[in-house]
């Protein structure tokens, strides 16, 4: 699964062509959490809330990109959270 950024111990990933709607995943240590890439909403995982918060402020900096990437399948490195 290719990593698309990484920040604060969080590693985020994404599979091209995976099953809907369109996320990606986190890894947090022995967390994880899949995240819907239009509403933010953690669908899956048991991130703890800070990690969550984090995961959400980035994915609202990057929605477009991250959307982008979705549709085209085409992998490349987002800027991590600062």
Same mark, same amino acid.
């Given at each position: 699964?290719?990593?698309?950024?990484?920040?604060?111990?969080? #590693?985020?990933?994404?599979? /091209?062509?995976?099953? !809907? !709607? !369109?996320?990606?995943? &986190? &890894?947090?240590? @022995?967390?994880?959490?899949? +995240?819907?890439?239009?509403? +933010?909403?953690?669908?899956?995982?048991?991130?703890? $809330?800070?990690?969550? *918060?984090? #995961? #959400? @402020?980035?994915? =609202?900096? *990057? %929605? &477009? @990109?991250? =959307?982008?990437?979705?549709?085209? %399948?085409? /992998?490349? $490195?987002? =800027? !991590?959270?600062?």
């Amino acid at each position: 699964m290719p990593e698309i950024a990484r920040f604060y111990g969080m #590693v985020i990933k994404m599979f /091209f062509g995976d099953h !809907p !709607p !369109p996320h990606f995943h &986190v &890894v947090y240590g @022995e967390y994880v959490g899949l +995240f819907d890439i239009k509403t +933010f909403e953690m669908i899956e995982g048991d991130l703890p $809330k800070r990690a969550k *918060n984090l #995961v #959400v @402020e980035w994915a =609202k900096l *990057n %929605q &477009v @990109e991250i =959307k982008a990437m979705w549709d085209s %399948q085409e /992998f490349h $490195k987002l =800027k !991590p959270l600062e």
